[in-house]
Protein backbone atom coordinates (compact mmCIF):
# COMPACT_ATOMS: atom_id res chain seq x y z
CA UNK A 1 0.00 0.00 0.00
CA UNK A 2 1.38 3.58 -0.93
CA UNK A 3 2.22 5.77 1.80
CA UNK A 4 0.14 8.91 2.32
CA UNK A 5 1.68 12.29 1.04
CA UNK A 6 3.15 13.09 3.89
CA UNK A 7 6.23 14.70 4.34
CA UNK A 8 8.48 16.71 7.21
CA UNK A 9 10.96 16.63 10.05
CA UNK A 10 9.79 14.54 12.91
CA UNK A 11 7.59 15.12 15.22
CA UNK A 12 8.66 15.90 18.68
CA UNK A 13 6.10 17.06 21.91
CA UNK A 14 7.42 20.17 23.18
CA UNK A 15 6.01 22.05 25.80
CA UNK A 16 3.83 24.23 25.07
CA UNK A 17 3.19 22.96 21.73
CA UNK A 18 0.06 21.17 20.77
CA UNK A 19 0.81 18.06 17.99
CA UNK A 20 -2.63 17.80 17.07
CA UNK A 21 -2.56 21.08 15.72
CA UNK A 22 0.46 20.31 13.57
CA UNK A 23 -0.44 20.93 10.01
CA UNK A 24 1.33 16.99 8.77
CA UNK A 25 -0.97 16.02 11.54
CA UNK A 26 -3.98 18.06 10.75
CA UNK A 27 -3.73 16.41 7.18
CA UNK A 28 -3.43 13.01 8.21
CA UNK A 29 -6.39 13.42 9.88
CA UNK A 30 -7.93 14.80 6.99
CA UNK A 31 -6.42 11.62 4.80
CA UNK A 32 -8.17 9.16 7.49
CA UNK A 33 -11.43 10.59 8.10
CA UNK A 34 -12.64 11.16 4.11
CA UNK A 35 -9.84 8.83 2.15
CA UNK A 36 -8.94 5.82 4.05
CA UNK A 37 -10.93 2.35 3.30
CA UNK A 38 -10.92 -0.84 4.45
CA UNK A 39 -12.80 -3.39 3.82
CA UNK A 40 -12.28 -6.19 6.60
CA UNK A 41 -14.67 -7.40 9.30
CA UNK A 42 -12.40 -6.80 12.57
CA UNK A 43 -10.99 -4.03 13.51
CA UNK A 44 -7.65 -4.89 16.22
CA UNK A 45 -7.35 -1.16 18.42
CA UNK A 46 -3.35 -1.79 19.73
CA UNK A 47 -1.57 1.30 21.56
CA UNK A 48 1.39 3.03 19.46
CA UNK A 49 4.17 2.38 21.34
CA UNK A 50 7.28 4.34 21.79
CA UNK A 51 9.31 2.00 19.30
CA UNK A 52 9.11 3.09 15.78
CA UNK A 53 7.93 1.63 13.78
CA UNK A 54 5.20 -0.10 15.38
CA UNK A 55 5.86 -3.47 14.42
CA UNK A 56 9.10 -3.99 16.22
CA UNK A 57 7.56 -3.68 19.60
CA UNK A 58 7.26 -6.34 21.52
CA UNK A 59 3.31 -6.59 21.95
CA UNK A 60 2.63 -5.68 18.36
CA UNK A 61 5.23 -8.82 17.31
CA UNK A 62 3.55 -10.93 19.51
CA UNK A 63 -0.25 -10.01 17.78
CA UNK A 64 0.72 -9.43 14.47
CA UNK A 65 2.24 -13.28 14.92
CA UNK A 66 -0.97 -14.61 16.60
CA UNK A 67 -3.34 -13.16 13.32
CA UNK A 68 -1.02 -14.48 10.92
CA UNK A 69 -2.92 -16.11 8.16
CA UNK A 70 -6.17 -13.70 9.05
CA UNK A 71 -4.96 -10.94 6.94
CA UNK A 72 -7.76 -10.93 5.17
CA UNK A 73 -10.50 -10.43 8.06
CA UNK A 74 -8.64 -8.22 10.57
CA UNK A 75 -7.45 -5.03 10.14
CA UNK A 76 -4.80 -3.38 12.47
CA UNK A 77 -5.07 -0.07 14.15
CA UNK A 78 -2.44 1.62 16.68
CA UNK A 79 -3.83 4.14 18.38
CA UNK A 80 -1.48 7.31 19.17
CA UNK A 81 -1.73 10.75 20.24
CA UNK A 82 -1.12 12.64 17.87
CA UNK A 83 -2.43 10.95 14.77
CA UNK A 84 -5.45 8.78 16.36
CA UNK A 85 -5.71 5.54 14.50
CA UNK A 86 -3.16 4.46 12.20
CA UNK A 87 -3.35 1.28 10.22
CA UNK A 88 -0.99 -1.09 10.17
CA UNK A 89 -0.53 -0.45 6.28
CA UNK A 90 1.21 3.11 6.90
CA UNK A 91 3.79 1.94 10.09
CA UNK A 92 6.74 2.12 7.83
CA UNK A 93 5.66 5.80 5.94
CA UNK A 94 5.95 9.21 7.13
CA UNK A 95 4.70 10.95 10.33
CA UNK A 96 4.24 7.57 11.69
CA UNK A 97 7.65 6.04 11.63
CA UNK A 98 9.11 9.36 13.41
CA UNK A 99 7.59 10.75 16.27
CA UNK A 100 7.56 10.84 19.72
CA UNK A 101 4.32 12.38 21.98
CA UNK A 102 4.87 10.52 25.04
CA UNK A 103 1.57 10.23 27.11
CA UNK A 104 2.95 11.63 30.45
CA UNK A 105 3.42 14.48 28.45
CA UNK A 106 0.07 15.33 27.20
CA UNK A 107 -2.09 18.03 29.02
CA UNK A 108 -5.38 17.75 30.63
CA UNK A 109 -6.93 20.00 27.08
CA UNK A 110 -5.17 17.91 25.14
CA UNK A 111 -6.24 14.55 26.41
CA UNK A 112 -9.58 16.46 25.71
CA UNK A 113 -8.79 16.64 22.03
CA UNK A 114 -7.69 13.33 21.53
CA UNK A 115 -10.66 11.99 22.30
CA UNK A 116 -12.99 14.43 20.39
CA UNK A 117 -10.96 13.44 17.46
CA UNK A 118 -10.51 9.77 18.25
CA UNK A 119 -14.38 9.54 18.49
CA UNK A 120 -14.76 10.84 14.91
CA UNK A 121 -12.27 8.22 13.97
CA UNK A 122 -13.67 5.73 15.36
CA UNK A 123 -17.01 6.81 13.95
CA UNK A 124 -15.63 6.29 10.28
CA UNK A 125 -13.92 2.90 11.06
CA UNK A 126 -17.22 1.29 12.65
CA UNK A 127 -19.10 2.00 9.28
CA UNK A 128 -15.85 0.03 7.42
CA UNK A 129 -15.53 -2.85 10.09
CA UNK A 130 -18.59 -5.03 11.86
CA UNK A 131 -16.15 -5.65 14.96
CA UNK A 132 -14.16 -3.47 16.69
CA UNK A 133 -11.84 -5.07 19.32
CA UNK A 134 -9.50 -2.81 21.63
CA UNK A 135 -6.90 -3.99 23.56
CA UNK A 136 -4.83 -1.27 25.31
CA UNK A 137 -3.19 0.08 28.18
CA UNK A 138 -5.02 2.34 31.11
CA UNK A 139 -4.22 5.38 29.43
CA UNK A 140 -5.32 4.25 25.76
CA UNK A 141 -8.18 2.05 27.18
CA UNK A 142 -9.57 5.29 28.69
CA UNK A 143 -9.50 7.53 25.84
CA UNK A 144 -10.87 4.95 23.66
CA UNK A 145 -13.64 4.38 26.15
CA UNK A 146 -14.64 8.22 26.45
CA UNK A 147 -14.50 8.36 22.83
CA UNK A 148 -16.73 5.70 21.76
CA UNK A 149 -19.09 6.06 24.41
CA UNK A 150 -18.88 9.98 23.03
CA UNK A 151 -20.48 9.07 19.63
CA UNK A 152 -22.16 5.47 20.59
CA UNK A 153 -19.99 3.63 18.95
CA UNK A 154 -19.41 -0.25 20.46
CA UNK A 155 -15.53 -1.22 20.79
CA UNK A 156 -15.12 -4.60 22.71
CA UNK A 157 -12.02 -3.12 25.55
CA UNK A 158 -9.79 -5.36 27.36
CA UNK A 159 -7.36 -3.22 29.77
CA UNK A 160 -4.00 -5.10 30.29
CA UNK A 161 -1.50 -4.06 32.84
CA UNK A 162 2.03 -5.96 33.45
CA UNK A 163 -0.09 -9.09 31.71
CA UNK A 164 0.09 -7.32 28.26
CA UNK A 165 1.45 -10.46 26.41
CA UNK A 166 -1.09 -13.11 28.48
CA UNK A 167 -4.35 -10.71 27.49
CA UNK A 168 -3.17 -9.92 24.12
CA UNK A 169 -2.92 -13.30 23.55
CA UNK A 170 -6.21 -14.26 24.62
CA UNK A 171 -8.06 -11.49 23.25
CA UNK A 172 -6.77 -12.13 19.99
CA UNK A 173 -6.77 -16.18 20.26
CA UNK A 174 -10.54 -15.51 20.74
CA UNK A 175 -11.23 -12.86 17.74
CA UNK A 176 -9.19 -15.73 15.52
CA UNK A 177 -11.95 -17.93 16.96
CA UNK A 178 -14.49 -15.99 15.69
CA UNK A 179 -13.34 -15.06 12.56
CA UNK A 180 -12.70 -18.66 11.81
CA UNK A 181 -16.62 -19.15 11.81
CA UNK A 182 -17.51 -16.21 9.68
Not at 95 to 122: C, G, H, I, Q, R
Request: hydrophobic residues 35%.
Amino acid sequence: MQCPPLHGEPIVKKDGEDPFKHPVVRKWHEILLNEWKSEKEYAILLPCTSVKPYYLSATHKLAYSIMKGFEDKIQFYSVSEPMLLVPREYEDCYPFNSYDYPPSKMTMEEKEEFVELLSKALLKVSKMHSHIVAILPKHHYQIVKRASELVNVNVELHPYGRLAFKTIGEVLNNVMMRARHT
